[in-house]
């Protein structure tokens, strides 16, 4: 099986972070290929003659990592309600079976945990107490819970993958534009449950035909014809989104929990062929599933949750073919709360400062001009594309208006950047400026950089070399030859 030059480096670390601690969590943008890595991982544990499983929260992520092992040729047992048990070493499991099955299951000694910022639910929590002494490695794009609390009791190291922007830059990734209204509904009502907004208030704030007919038109005057994914706040909002598209002419449908197999599949099936143009849902699109034809993500639920917003977004950042970029109709202000997709971000097992319930909106590392609604890094005192003097404004509660929606523009800020990082020419000068810009991870995007500039891919032993010029690891410390579970 043929790895990315960065999905080898991330593999290795997490082979070396295995030696340290028995449970490791794997962090990686939405769409970087974790489950390519899984399945090496797997490849690896069972050449050793040893038992991997690999654990999943939703049918059709089951199904798609089986066909995938298929694919590599590698055997294995599926348990899931409906299924028999077979006594193959490999193994791939819906979590929701095995809790009930833990008697009958071989102990694994390589548990690999998908979507593992889920880990902390009593399922996930049986299942590792279940198996003391099988080596753990969790994988996800978000490390922490959907109330931001991190993953610290459940893992003992985290290893952190390559940035989105390093990724949109090698061309693994999508590219995306954002088109944002200057004001969003009022949440001044809304309270939180467990780290999000109250479902039904929600509901109740956004769920105003006025707000639907706006977001209609937008994506008919920006988007028409591309296939569109509709973040909805309730079950109730999603059918009557779905149904003033249907009104507007526009081929829609919807996707829930509560439908057949057969029924979501053959929903998501016409929308990857272009017969089905917008497909509404609450939470079933928001992690998981693997749909590179999304052309368009349209947020109606404003969400608290770091998680919601990268997950969704990332739906849609997956590269296809006459895909030029995502386009993101941010309809409620997300991108106000958590910032761009491509942000650089901190992640730790600790996961983020619990705020106080009068700050439901986080401070994040952008400002947007108030007279044309360009969005850029903070600093200047004029707007880059307009000249217009900004001003920071109190906080205030917003109130719902009709507005445009207007393109989030960072070509100015990007131009700059560019500038600054084409006078850095060796891959030292690269990884002094990522550091100087305080990436999360300045030597892998310096060796991103400089392999892109000489028309190739960045080769395993760059990374390393990058990292041994920022201090980080030790020189010839690779952690590849020792023995481990993968």
């Known amino acids: 099986m043929k ?3 960065y999905q080898e480096d991330h593999i290795a670390r997490v082979r070396k972070a295995l030696r340290k601690s028995r449970r490791v969590l794997a962090q990686a943008p939405c769409g970087a290929g974790k489950t390519a890595q899984a399945i090496f991982m797997m490849s690896g544990a069972s050449e050793r003659g040893l038992r991997p499983m690999f654990i999943v929260h939703q049918r059709e992520l089951l199904r798609q990592t089986s066909r995938a092992l298929w694919e ?31 008697d009958r299951v071989a102990p694994p000694d390589l548990i690999i945990i998908d979507e593992a910022h889920r880990a902390a639910s009593k399922t ?24 931001g609390q991190g993953l610290g009791d459940l893992f003992g ?23 944002a209204p200057p004001s969003t509904v009022d949440l ?10 109250d479902r039904a208030e929600l509901t109740a704030a956004v769920d105003r035909p006025t707000i639907t007919g706006d977001a209609v038109g937008h994506y008919l005057r920006h988007a028409r014809g591309k296939r569109c994914v509709v973040m909805c706040a309730s079950l109730d909002h999603m059918a009557h989104v779905e149904d003033a598209y249907r009104q507007a002419g526009v081929r829609a449908e919807s996707l829930d929990g509560g439908m057949t ?49 990268m997950q969704g977004n990332g739906r849609g950042l997956r590269p296809a073919q006459g895909k030029d970029r995502l386009l993101i109709l941010d309809h409620v202000g997300n991108w106000k709360r958590h910032g761009l997709p491509d942000e650089d971000r901190e992640w730790s097992l600790e996961g983020r400062k619990k705020r106080k319930r009068k700050d439901t909106e986080p401070d994040v590392n952008i400002q947007q001009c108030p007279s044309c609604w360009h969005v850029f890094r903070p600093g200047p005192e004029q707007c880059p594309r307009c000249g217009e003097t900004v001003k920071k404004k109190p906080r205030r509660e917003l109130e719902e208006v009709d507005g445009e929606l207007e393109k989030v523009d960072l070509a100015q800020e990007r131009k700059q950047r560019a500038r600054e990082q084409g006078k850095a020419r060796s891959l030292r000068e690269l990884v002094a400026l990522g550091h100087r810009r305080g990436m999360n991870r300045p030597a892998e995007w310096a060796a991103h950089v400089l392999a892109t500039r000489e028309g190739r891919k960045p080769k395993g ?11 980080q690891i030790k020189s010839g410390d690779s952690g590849v030859t020792e023995e481990g579970v993968f």
Not at 78 to 90: K, L, Y
Not at 124 to 147: C, E, K, M, S, W
Not at 267 to 280: A, D, I, N, S
């Open 3 to 5: 790895l990315r030059p």
């Open 72 to 102: 590599q040729h590698l055997e294995h047992g599926m348990i899931v309600a409906g299924r028999r048990m077979t006594r193959t070493s490999t193994q791939v499991a819906s979590v929701q079976t095995l809790v009930r099955r833990l």
């Open 124 to 147: 996930y929590r049986q299942v590792i107490d279940a198996f003391p002494n099988a080596h753990v490695v969790g994988l996800t794009a978000t490390p922490q819970r959907t109330d």
């Open 157 to 179: 190291e985290i290893v952190e993958g390559p940035s989105i922007r390093s990724l949109i830059d090698a061309g693994y990734l999508s590219d995306y534009e954002i088109f």
């Open 188 to 197: 001044s009502s809304v309270h939180m449950r467990a780290g999000d907004y």
């Open 261 to 309: 197999e057969a029924e979501r599949e053959g929903r998501l099936e016409r929308f990857e062929r272009g017969e089905t143009e917008v497909l509404c849902n609450v939470q079933l699109l928001i992690e998981g599933v693997d749909v590179p034809s999304i052309e368009v993500v349209q947020w109606l639920r404003p969400t608290a949750s770091l998680i919601i917003w």
């Open 461 to 471: 032993a760059e990374f390393g070399e990058a990292r041994r010029m920022l201090g």
